[in-house]
């Protein structure tokens, strides 16, 4: 039996099967669909693979359809990697599907979040005339809403449940920029893909299926002919039994393969990786961090340092209960901070990350802990979009974001573990020791100081830093880069 919930962003979402389960699968509706959009499969999927499906009502649905009339692809694309990434808080892996429209917003998602499987139904992503026009889009426009076509005993069926007659105008345009953005990044797609359609859908050709897997890098690509004569397989007699069952399989094998070999992740020959985010008075910036950090599947164990905030961010335990919380009673520094969050963990790799960061996602923390754990390099550096990152040199290589093999941590003078010396000494000792060193540039940014504290404060907190950076410096030229020499 479905229940119903309203997530902490005010969004109405139902959910199947338990609660706690270990697996999780979100299911992502039509355009002027609803959340019966699926039939039987939230429930079948439930019961029969011990998963929480979740099927989140897109924004401006379940009321008017003129609701939707303001809304736009990035609305559309934001809500749902949203929905996604606060799922993935709780650890544990997750399937995405959708149907129709929703097929695009599922496939969108899974850039920003891998999850172990995803599939689709009916994408509309090679049209069929009229709607393939050029014109049509201009057509389509001159008015708010447009009737949509049913058959008379598709009409009967959908009448039991919610849904919209009419479709927005601006729906054909919506779609046409969706196929773009697919074609442009869907190469960011890693998993297995199954994809359904049906040669009698009139709003799409069945090469959709294929083709629209063809713009991605899913290791395993399953394109599936059905046959039943509606826009809504899920709901037509003649496949709902059918697709349920493929979807089920396909699922069930993705979940088992996943869980074989995260079965084996405490082994000795597993790279585990330590996420660990030294925080100072953070408390309104860290939660996207985190976010980002619970989805990356590199991740083995977060580690949060409060370091003597003012406003100890306790909500942390509750909101990422999978995440451990430090806190020091006093400031003491960043570097102590990363120390102390060292010492709380085993693992052989440690990914530091600062916790003030703006745009950071789960992909640009594999981009710079995969080729530590690789074996490509022995650290490697995320460069911010910062122009002062971008301008100065100098100062692009003391990023907080960088992922290092531990050893290089415990070899490091107890005089480069306090306040910003840290990135200085690490970087000097790592290369003079010929170790590989590597560093890329990604779109997020980090809140400037003179934002976070004002602008007299903030250049005071600058100054500080560089203060603390200068000895790092002159250690080095004077002593450290001789004592490597002999």
């Known amino acids: 039996m479905a229940q119903s919930e309203d997530n902490r962003k005010g969004r109405l979402t139902l959910y199947y099967g338990n609660k706690n389960a270990r697996r999780t699968i979100i299911l992502f509706h039509g355009y002027t669909g609803g959340t019966a959009d699926f039939g039987e499969l939230p429930k079948c999927l439930a019961h029969s693979l011990n998963a929480r499906v979740l099927v989140p009502i897109l924004p401006g649905h379940g009321t008017r359809v003129e609701n939707m009339l303001s809304l736009e692809l990035n609305d559309y694309i934001q809500w749902a990697e949203d929905e996604v990434l606060l799922a993935a808080q709780l650890g544990y892996p997750i399937a995405v599907g959708g149907h129709s429209f929703g097929a695009y917003i599922a496939m969108l ?12 139904t009916l994408i509309p992503f090679t049209l069929r005339y009229p709607y393939s026009l050029p014109c049509a889009r201009l057509l389509a426009r001159r008015k708010k809403l447009w009737p949509k076509y049913f058959t008379r005993q598709e009409y009967v069926e959908r009448s039991k449940i919610f849904f919209y007659p009419s479709m927005p105008g601006k729906g054909l345009r919506i779609i046409i920029e969706a196929k773009k953005l697919l074609q442009r990044t869907g190469n960011n797609i890693f998993c297995p893909l199954l994809s ?5 859908d009139t709003f799409a050709y069945e090469k959709s299926a294929a083709q629209s897997m063809a713009c991605t890098k899913s290791v395993e690509q399953i394109p599936l002919i059905l046959h039943g004569g509606w826009h809504n397989i899920f709901l037509s007699y003649k496949t709902r039994d059918r697709v349920t069952e493929e979807v089920t399989k ?4 993705a979940f088992i393969s996943y869980e074989t070999k995260n079965s084996k992740q405490y082994s000795k020959d597993t790279k585990l990786v330590t996420a660990i985010v030294p925080a100072y008075n953070e408390g309104q ?11 990356c599947r590199d991740v083995s164990e977060i580690i949060v340092v409060d370091d003597g905030s003012k406003d100890p961010p306790l909500w942390i335990r509750k909101t990422f209960p999978s995440v451990h919380l430090i806190l020091h009673k006093q400031n003491q520094g960043k570097g ?15 990914f530091f990350c600062d916790a003030d960061l703006s745009g950071f996602l789960p992909e640009h923390a594999h981009g710079i802990i995969h080729p530590v754990t690789s074996g490509h390099y022995r ?6 979009s910062n122009a002062e990152q971008q301008v100065v040199p100098l100062f692009a290589i003391n990023t ?7 050893e290089d941590w415990e070899t490091l003078p107890a005089f480069y573990k306090k306040g910003f010396r840290v990135e200085t000494g690490l970087n000097f000792f790592v290369k003079k020791r010929g170790g590989k060193f590597g560093y890329e540039v990604f779109p997020y940014r980090q809140t400037i100081k003179e934002k976070k504290y004002g602008f007299w404060t903030g250049m005071k907190e600058r100054g500080r830093m560089v203060y603390e950076i200068g000895p790092a410096w002159l250690r080095i030229a004077l002593y450290d880069f001789w004592r490597e020499l002999s």
């Open 379 to 384: 650290t490697y550096l995320g460069i911010r």
């Open 109 to 120: 998602s899974a850039r920003t979040h891998v999850p172990v499987a995803l599939f689709t």
């Open 196 to 200: 359904i359609h049906d040669p009698h």
């Open 250 to 253: 396909f699922f069930s094998r």
């Open 336 to 350: 102590a901070a990363m120390e102390t969050g060292v010492r709380a963990t085993k693992d052989r790799y440690l």
């Open 400 to 406: 907080g974001e960088r992922c290092v093999l531990r």
């Open 285 to 295: 910036r860290i939660e996207p961090v985190l976010r980002a950090l619970t989805a």
